[in-house]
């Protein structure tokens, strides 16, 4: 006699990153254990007329990010794992920062503590922003803890690194079979309009654009990929805002390099008008690289629909509009340079790319799933456990009201925040219920998980982040060590 299923979802419309099948899922603990016409289980629940696909997998989110002095942010995993569950997201990835005067494993031992009271499960990739030797004897030993990816910042004073100390970067991910992460913006050219925009009295927020156009994104992501290139690292750009920069990844791929691009909500569905808002009201929209025009965000639905950009991820930060930690720190006249960058995203995330993107016709439901959970746990080596919807994977599953129209505000996001960008945007087709590995953690809205049941995902080695095994110069990347 088989053992009864802990959970089956039945009558369902499954959406995998392959297919969409009529089916019922069986459960038991905590995974998937049978797909088709599944056994009697404990609990049933009846999905008929609703989409099931995986929990989604954020892997770009500020989440908890130990700031300078050991400090906190707005958003931690457990307020911004409410907002994920609610947006029907299970699995994040967020930053360890590199701290003055403590060691990265020091960082990651806290930010472990903190992630003790997640809501969902999570991971970190290990921000490098100075690549001193001692930083760099240190980063095996965090990879081996099961941090598989470095990011790197080409822009931004406190974070960005010069293009020898991303080679670094990039030859110690080599090394440690990691992916890398980068945020691509020529710094030098971002500081040189800055200089004039300021000194011309052009101080608002909708300047934040001005200050980095795409050329400048264009640059850094060329740069990136040839110096990736160079050593045979895998990397993924990080939020990419626009064809033209996408089209540096594509030209990439067509020679073999491992890059992968991302994109985000705020590329999709906010525009450069939106920091022209009156007074400071813009600031809420600034995020880096800029959102652009209306005919972009199309240009990046082009890209997306070419596979050059396969993952969407949210970039969610946590800065209120006012406050602690507020777009309004430096004063109510600060230019924006002084505003932070960054917008909130984990919770509007899946339900955006759902309704502009399945809903409106752009792209298929497996798609969607490819987009928002199976690619994103390829590339950071969360795959097969989660993702997708298959036996042995844990059973994070959302379920979905195709129909359902919702108009986004601040209270629907459930995060810390204390604003959305997406306030007034309507969506159609919407979470009604998330389960986090077999357990019922969102319904109708009320999140049911309760702080500390996520867990750590630690991420052995995997084949995306293998170096390529030819480099350049001609000798295989053994060869070069
Ligand atoms: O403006 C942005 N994107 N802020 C978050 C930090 C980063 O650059 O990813
Ligand atoms: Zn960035
Ligand atoms: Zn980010």
Redesign the pocket.
Known sequence: MTTPLDLAIRNATVATSRDVTQMDIGIAGGRIVQLGRVGPAAEDVDARGLIVTPGGVDT?C?LDQVEPGMGNGAETLATGGRSALAGGTTSAVSFLGQIPDHSLTEVLQESLRRGEASRIDYSFHQIINDATPEVMAEVPQIIERGIRSLKA?LT?DAARLNDAEFLEVLEAARRGGAMVAV?CENYHAIGWLTKKLLADGRTGPKYHAWSRPKVVEREATYRAICLAELTGTPIQV??VSCAEVAEEIARAQARGVKVWGETCPQYLVLSEDDMDRPGQEGAGFM??PAPRSRADQEGMWDMIRRGVIDVVSS?H?AFNLTGKNGKDAAGPEASFAEIP??VPGVGARMPIVFSEGVSKGRITLDHFVRLTAANPAKLYGLAPQKGDIAIGADADLVLWDAGRKVTLDNAVMQHAVDYTPYAGLEVTGWPVATYLRGTRAMQDGEVLAPEGAGRFLPRGRYKLAEPSSDVPNGFTAAEIG
Request: aromatic share 24%; proline share 0%; charged share 10%.
């Open positions: 770009h500020h910042f931004y945020h990080f939020h995020c880096s970039d930060s960058n960054g």
